[in-house]
């Protein structure tokens, strides 16, 4: 009867920690959809500020600029970035 009891406790245990596991992988695997960061949008007059980028399967879902993180350059810089002021969400 003691022996009875041990496995069916130790099928419980096994399947709580499967399970945990499972929705562990699960919330991981939700993460990778989304995500932040943080990108220099410039305007035609060199005018460039710092935005916070949310995105969300593969798209820009929120672009909110951060107050005073922003700069005014020369009429004469060029923005050296290959994708400039383009919203990536990859």
């Not at 929705?23 to 989304?34: C, F, G, Q, R, V």
């Not at 970035?81 to 990859?90: D, F, G, M």
Request: a negative charge.
């Amino acid at each position: 009867m003691k022996t009875k009891k041990i496995v069916v406790l130790i099928a419980i245990l096994i399947s709580l920690i499967a399970g945990i596991l499972l929705i562990k992988a699960s919330i991981i695997e939700d993460a990778k959809d989304y995500y932040t960061y943080t990108k220099a949008i410039c305007n035609e007059n060199n005018f460039c500020q710092d935005h916070i980028v949310v995105c969300e399967n593969k798209k820009a879902i929120s672009i909110n600029p951060i107050t005073g993180a922003s700069i005014q350059h020369s009429d004469t810089w060029q923005d050296p970035r290959e994708n400039k002021s383009e919203i990536i969400c990859e």
